[in-house]
């Protein structure tokens, strides 16, 4: 596996780790992959930073979440830009976004900067 390959792997295991805390609301799990200079703009338009997004989590426990069309943009060396679906199960909704992240890579650990999520049709 070539670098960018090993990359992408990671960081799509990383975004999956994410979903998955966030279904089981674990909070310590997700502030271990957030960095401490993390901002979000969810798909409500709302602004999160690391603290807010930690107090939120357990608010909107989600059902089941799927990835596709996973792509990876190196910008440097220790940065890395995510772009990527999601189709996400709350209660009876499906809900799809499109969604980007940005990953930087601190001491050997990827943790992401900043992430925003669009919600568009299925």
Same mark, same amino acid.
């Given at each position: 596996m070539n670098a960018h390959a090993a990359i992408e792997a990671t960081l799509h295991a990383a975004e999956a780790a ?7 609301g674990d909070v310590d799990a997700i502030a271990a992959l957030l960095a401490s200079d993390f901002e979000e703009i969810? %798909? =409500?338009?709302? /602004?999160?930073?690391? #603290?807010?997004?930690?107090? !939120? ?6 059902? &089941? ?34 969604? %980007? =992240?940005?990953? /930087?890579?601190?001491? #050997?650990?990827?943790?992401? !900067? ?6 568009? &049709?299925?």
């Amino acid at each position: 596996m070539n670098a960018h390959a090993a990359i992408e792997a990671t960081l799509h295991a990383a975004e999956a780790a994410l979903l998955d805390a966030q279904q089981r609301g674990d909070v310590d799990a997700i502030a271990a992959l957030l960095a401490s200079d993390f901002e979000e703009i969810g %798909s =409500s338009g709302r /602004r999160y930073d690391r #603290d807010s997004m930690l107090a !939120a989590l357990g608010t909107a426990i989600l059902d &089941a979440a799927e990835i596709t069309d996973f792509s990876l943009r190196l910008l440097a060396a220790d940065l890395a830009l995510v772009s990527f679906r999601t189709r996400v199960r709350r209660g009876g909704i499906v809900l799809h976004s499109l969604r %980007s =992240s940005l990953w /930087r890579r601190e001491y #050997d650990t990827w943790r992401i !900067a900043f992430h925003q999520g669009t919600p568009c &049709a299925g």
